[in-house]
């Protein structure tokens, strides 16, 4: 299974990016697709969860902000990043797995990773 993540950037704060994440090679509506972020100096930071199209998961920080969305047509996750801020600055890393809904925030019970894409907001 591979993962391609694509769409990062550099924005002014206020502004908006869109990510995706196309995954080839394995049964992509059968696991539960995830963003990750992580800053330098910081640890990989859960962002938002996606397994059915009504039911998602963000977290704390950028709830009302990000929106995430899949196409099980298409293999494809993306992340919608809206009053982007300086702190949201980060490497962000979509990731495949089956884990249980109380764990979905923690990076190693995914299986799969993409190969993260550098979004940059500028204040």
């Known amino acids: 299974v591979q993962l391609q993540a694509s769409g990062g950037g550099s924005v002014q704060a206020g502004g908006s990016l869109r990510l995706a994440c196309e995954v080839s090679?394995?049964?992509?509506?059968?696991?539960?697709m995830s963003w990750f972020r992580q800053a330098p100096g910081k640890e990989r930071e859960f962002v938002a969860s996606i397994r059915s199209v009504n039911t998602k998961y963000y977290g704390d920080s950028v709830k009302g902000r990000f929106t995430i969305d899949r196409d099980n047509a298409k293999n494809t996750v993306t992340l919608q990043m809206t009053s982007l801020k300086p702190e949201d600055t980060a490497v962000y890393y979509c990731?495949?797995?089956?884990?249980?809904?109380?764990?979905?925030?923690?990076?190693?019970?995914?299986?799969?990773w993409g190969q993260g894409t550098q979004v940059t907001v500028s204040s």
């Open positions: 090679g394995g049964a992509f509506s059968t696991y539960g």
């Open positions: 990731a495949a797995g089956r884990p249980i809904a109380s764990a979905i925030s923690n990076p190693s019970l995914y299986y799969y």
